[in-house]
């Protein structure tokens, strides 16, 4: 019998000594454990995504919480939380590691900087979000990840900054400047975003800072339906994950707004924006076009 396979998240804040070394040694190990997905290896940290069979994952895991922060490894990562979740082996098609100057992209303009290594919002856990919830506290969720995420699922009571990108966010904060003096808890996938992200937020002037601890999907491994519609989007071949078999679907087809969580790119190669739209329209269309004038151009692009 084939044996099983798993999708590993994780990510930890912590200084990497030698980043470009240590994306060396976690590819042989990658490679030898024949795990493809995608990792980010920077100064502040770790971020990735791997798929591979549960025995080779587990030995990456074991491998890297060798990584304890003594001066013949490279960092801290004795702790790191890998979170799981159940894949049938082609979420992606190869490895990809590579070295960036942020695990997450924020770019903040004139050389500032967000260190979630010193500072970040309150940690609170899927456990403590959902007695929130049961006890209607005053509280706002800022969907910290982009707007076509937040379209398929999201929490009740959030709120979004209206973002494609998440290095937007230092402009596009300006939709959030009612909130500042209220109760604020940040949410993203799985929790990497969240730490920047509330931390960005409290270099602003944000008085309540807390952050859902581990994600979405850790939130709806426990809580599946409560107080979450949709679907969760992800960054992979697999584009959504769903925690119940009956859920709601809650996002439109941008063309004929009928229910669909079909993600697609608009084949303007000029637009490419990342939309939903049902197959029925994409094959009357001759293509998934988020719109009518994304539409025309094409046509007059061909013709």
């Known amino acids: 019998m084939r044996e099983a396979c798993r999708i590993n998240i994780f990510y930890k804040y912590t200084t990497v000594r030698k980043p470009v070394d240590f994306r060396e040694g976690l590819k042989g190990v990658c490679t030898a454990l024949d795990l493809k997905g995608r990792v980010i290896v920077a100064t502040e940290g770790i971020n990735g995504t791997l798929e591979g069979t549960e025995s080779n994952v587990t030995k990456f895991e074991e491998l890297v919480h060798e990584q304890d922060g003594t001066p013949a490894t490279y960092g801290d990562f004795s702790d790191m939380w890998f979170k799981h979740s159940k894949s049938v082996g082609n979420a992606f098609p190869r490895l990809s590691i590579k070295t960036r100057p942020e695990i997450v992209s924020l770019r903040l303009p004139g050389g500032r900087d967000v260190d979630p290594r ?30 076509y995420e937040h379209r398929i699922g999201r929490f009740d009571k959030s709120v979004e900054p209206e973002t494609a990108n998440f290095y937007e966010l230092p ?71 769903q925690f119940a078999n009956d859920y709601e679907v809650i996002s439109t087809c941008a063309r004929c707004h009928a229910p669909s969580e079909h993600i697609v ?25 988020c719109n009518e004038k994304c539409e025309a151009s094409a046509m007059r692009t061909v013709t």
């Open 118 to 147: 010193k500072t970040t919002g309150t940690h609170i856990s899927a456990e403590e979000l959902h007695a929130m919830f049961q006890r209607d506290e005053d509280f706002t969720i800022i969907d910290m990840r982009n707007n």
């Open 171 to 241: 402009e596009k904060v300006k939709n959030l400047t009612h909130l500042k003096n209220t109760k604020v808890i940040t949410v993203c996938t799985y929790g990497v975003r969240c730490e920047k992200a509330s931390a960005f937020l409290k270099s602003v002037g944000f008085k309540d800072v807390s952050q859902l601890h581990g994600g979405i999907g850790t939130y709806l491994k426990k809580y599946p339906k409560e107080h979450f519609k949709g679907s969760l989007y992800v960054f992979d071949k697999r584009m959504r994950e």
């Open 265 to 289: 790119n608009c084949s303007n190669g000029v637009c490419h924006k990342q939309h939903v739209q049902c197959e029925e329209c994409i094959k009357s269309l001759g293509g998934p076009f």
